[in-house]
């Protein structure tokens, strides 16, 4: 129940957002790495993968607009990319290019090794979607120290 003036005092006191842990402090930190896929079963494989890190966020997205959206919404050190979001799609390229001025490192993920080489020649790094020990790798160069 909200708190307003004028109740009883033994009534809880309303939830501060600011205390470590709440809403609001969850929104203004950076999360250090945000998985975009649109594979629900790889998202869960690497949401048990990467389940001790607390600031490590799994996004099942299916268009540009949602996978932007995510990332506005977790403000990420570094996100994981699929590069096919929509069958037969290259929502990845169009991706990239929108958030390219944000100071964010993108990961391509895509399992399709042409596509991985095109990332390449467009700087950005890419690792195989099930290489476990190379994703953690990553995600620990991400961490500040």
Same mark, same amino acid.
């Not at 939830?15 to 896929?37: Q, W």
């Not at 932007?68 to 390229?93: K, R, Y």
């Given at each position: 129940?909200?708190?307003?003036?004028?109740?009883?005092?033994?009534?809880?006191?309303?939830?501060?957002?600011?205390?470590?842990?709440?809403?609001? /402090?969850?929104?203004?930190?950076?999360?250090?790495?945000?998985?975009?896929?649109?594979?629900?079963?790889?998202?869960?494989?690497?949401?048990?993968?990467?389940?001790?890190?607390?600031?490590?966020?799994?996004?099942?997205?299916?268009?540009?607009?949602?996978?932007?959206?995510?990332?506005?919404?977790?403000?990420?050190?570094?996100?994981?990319?699929?590069?096919?979001?929509?069958?037969?799609?290259?929502?990845?390229?169009?991706?990239?290019?929108?958030?390219?001025?944000?100071?964010?490192?993108?990961?391509?993920?895509?399992?399709?090794?042409?596509?991985?080489? /095109?990332?390449?020649?467009?700087?950005?790094?890419?690792?195989?979607?099930?290489?476990?020990?190379?994703?953690?790798?990553?995600? /620990?160069?991400?961490?500040?120290?």
């Amino acid at each position: 129940m909200p708190h307003s003036e004028g109740q009883d005092s033994t009534d809880k006191p309303p939830i501060d957002h600011t205390e470590p842990g709440s809403t609001m /402090e969850r929104r203004e930190r950076k999360t250090r790495a945000l998985f975009i896929n649109d594979n629900n079963d790889w998202l869960r494989a690497m949401g048990r993968a990467f389940r001790a890190s607390p600031d490590v966020v799994m996004a099942e997205c299916h268009s540009v607009e949602e996978a932007i959206a995510a990332i506005e919404a977790h403000q990420p050190a570094v996100v994981f990319l699929d590069h096919q979001l929509t069958e037969g799609g290259h929502e990845g390229f169009d991706i990239i290019e929108r958030v390219k001025d944000q100071g964010i490192k993108i990961i391509s993920t895509t399992g399709d090794l042409v596509t991985a080489e /095109e990332y390449r020649r467009q700087g950005v790094d890419h690792i195989a979607p099930y290489d476990l020990e190379a994703l953690r790798a990553a995600l /620990e160069e991400q961490t500040p120290e």
